[in-house]
């Protein structure tokens, strides 16, 4: 036992891939006050199957399906994200089920007993020494043993196979109350626990395991890392790691997500930089057990001595992986790799987790300034010109424009407009609140504007979805937006701060920011503002001769826009020579 304090060299260093061994689950989810139910699949193993396949990570699928319908569907999901399963076995038998659990709310009950897998299954009836070949680690869950006396043996064989080959193992103990008491789980387990890798627990299983073994821990969250770091030294695993969720005080439904993972001598948690994010599902450990080992497979450090801080750039990959996984409806963790490396960012900030439509409007938002680098800003107090205002301006090149929703009836701006060009990317300018914020999502912005960085506008466009380009004056609040992860700044007011100078020095400093420079520029200034390459479009203004509007002289107004535009193009062409 000695040797397990200690990280296993393996036998084969270079193992990429994955095996997950376990049983497939249909799940319903009922939602009683919408009247509305929800067929997904699951199961701890195929999630996590799914999820790293989606990540372009070669694994493979180990289990027993029914020959029906809906066994055949699971093969076609894992198909569809790259994951081998030539070696599930198939249940002819005319009584093949697949196990089900059913969830209203927090409520869940499961129905596995008579399910292929639980009757079914045999770990002699695998080729190990093929399916363990060039694997990185062998993924399983600490459930799988509880369904049935022929389940909990062909988990002891085939976790005894993979040890016997030198491969990482990674248990998950994923508890809940309703599949079975913890004590008796606990002993189905920790006979085994010495063969292990990597235990990853969830926080009702960390206090369920603590109380069993007598372990001090409380509610607190330093105590229950240090919890973890018990855990750890009494199992003699080389690593226990788990992912802790908690309330964001003053925004309902909003979390931070961190982690803690504890090995020989450390603990190391993600607790200083947290990710932020309204989740829609409660699920949280395996997808987070993705992300990590996505990370350290990739990494190739997994079953070895890592640095700290390869750990926790895994644990920080498995905190956002999670967040990002949680935004979606259902059991599943598919997330592209890209966008999940997108929203990581900077290791050393803060990660505010929104809706995929915030990657979206950003890049339509972008590729929109490809073709005119300038995005008017309206206020009308006519509100029925407004449409009328935006055909001319899109028909005159314009591709994007927002609306001051500062100014008397710019809600009702923002509807005619949005109902006028629906071609043309619409976004509400002047946010100050999270009201107005909420209020022009609701009436159609697809990005917002704001004179300010404030944290609670930054939560609620991540939590609607839309990209949020805040304004900033100094360098601590570049460093502020930089740790919510916001790389779009608006430098304003840019000529009372100095202009382009001014401008330059920000960039200087903070070479990883796109800037909008905004406030009192001229076409002239324009063109010093634009040769800039850090700089995405300029805020240029434009007095708009209203007597024109008044008397419904579009015609003229187009012209001169596009006689406008042609400047702002001279502007654009001294940037694209440089």
């Known amino acids: 036992t000695v040797s397990v304090l200690y990280w296993r060299e393996r036998s084969n260093m270079t193992g990429q891939g994955v095996v997950c061994f376990g049983e497939a689950l249909m799940c319903l989810n009922v939602d009683e006050k919408k009247l509305k139910s929800r067929l997904d699949f699951g199961g701890s193993e195929l999630v996590v199957a799914v999820g790293l396949g989606s990540l372009g990570r070669q694994v493979r699928y180990v289990s027993v399906l029914p020959g029906t319908q809906l066994g055949t569907s699971v093969i076609k999901l894992a198909n569809n994200t790259g994951v081998d399963s030539s070696h599930v076995v198939i249940d002819d038998a005319a009584d093949a089920e ?42 399983t869950s600490a459930i799988t043993p509880s369904i049935s006396e022929t389940a909990r043996a062909a988990w002891v064989h085939a976790i005894k196979r993979a040890h016997v080959a030198k491969i990482p193992i990674v248990l998950n103990l994923n508890w809940s109350p309703s599949i079975i008491d913890f004590p008796l789980l606990w002993q189905v387990v920790k006979p085994i ?13 960390l206090t369920a395991l603590a109380l069993l073994e007598c372990v001090k821990t409380s509610s607190k969250p330093d105590a229950r890392v240090k919890t973890l770091g018990t855990i750890r030294s009494m199992l003699r695993v080389p690593m226990v790691a788990t992912c802790f969720e908690q309330p964001m005080p003053g925004l309902n439904g ?35 057990m993705t992300g990590f080992l996505d990370e350290a497979l990739e990494r190739d450090w997994f079953g070895r001595h890592a640095p ?39 290791e050393s900030s803060t990660v505010v987790v929104g809706m995929a439509a915030d990657l979206t409007a950003r890049k339509q938002l972008d590729a929109g300034l490809k073709h005119c680098p300038m995005v008017p800003v309206i206020a009308l107090e006519d509100h029925t010109v407004a449409g009328k205002l935006a055909e001319v301006l899109v028909s005159a090149g314009i591709t994007a424009m927002s609306v001051d929703l500062s100014a008397p009836n710019g809600d009702k701006v923002l509807t005619e407009i949005v109902r006028a060009v629906p071609n043309c990317v619409v976004g509400g300018a002047r946010i100050t609140t999270p009201e107005r914020a909420e209020a022009a999502i609701q009436h159609g912005a697809r990005f917002l504007t704001s004179p300010c960085c404030d944290p609670e ?20 609040e570049v460093s502020a937006a930089l740790k919510m992860n916001i790389k779009d700044l608006i430098f304003f007011p840019a000529e009372q701060l100095g ?18 420079p905004a406030g009192g520029i001229t076409i002239k200034r324009a063109k010093q503002y634009l040769s800039l ?13 209203t007597h024109l509007i008044a008397e419904g002289n579009w015609d003229e107004l187009r012209a001169q826009m596009k006689c406008f535009l042609e400047q702002v193009y001279e502007c654009r062409a001294v940037k694209s020579k440089l």
Request: net charge positive.
């Open 98 to 139: 697949i196990g089900m659990v059913f969830t209203t709310g927090k409520k869940s009950v499961y129905q596995r007993r008579h399910s292929s897998f639980c009757r079914r299954v045999d770990g002699r009836d695998y080729d190990w020494s093929t399916i363990l070949k060039n694997t990185g680690a062998f993924v």
């Open 533 to 545: 390459p850090e700089v995405l479009t300029c805020d240029v203004r434009w007095d708009v001769p």
């Open 254 to 288: 909003w979390q931070y997500k961190w982690s803690a993972v504890a090995y020989p001598g450390h603990v190391v948690s993600t607790k200083s930089t947290p990710v932020q994010h309204r989740p829609s599902e409660l699920r949280c450990v395996d997808a987070w």
């Open 457 to 476: 506008l930054v939560s609620l466009a991540a939590r609607m979805g839309v990209p949020l380009y805040p304004g900033v004056a100094t360098a601590t």
């Open 499 to 516: 202009g382009v100078q001014s401008l330059k020095q920000m960039i200087s400093m903070f070479p990883a920011v796109r800037w909008i």
């Open 308 to 346: 700290k801080k390869q750990i926790r750039a895994a644990a920080r990959r498995g905190d956002v992986l999670a967040a990002l996984s949680q935004e979606k409806q259902g059991p599943l963790c598919i997330v592209p790799k890209t966008q999940l490396l997108e929203a990581i960012g900077d």
């Open 193 to 205: 626990i010495h063969q292990i890798t990597l235990l990853t627990i969830s926080e009702q299983a």
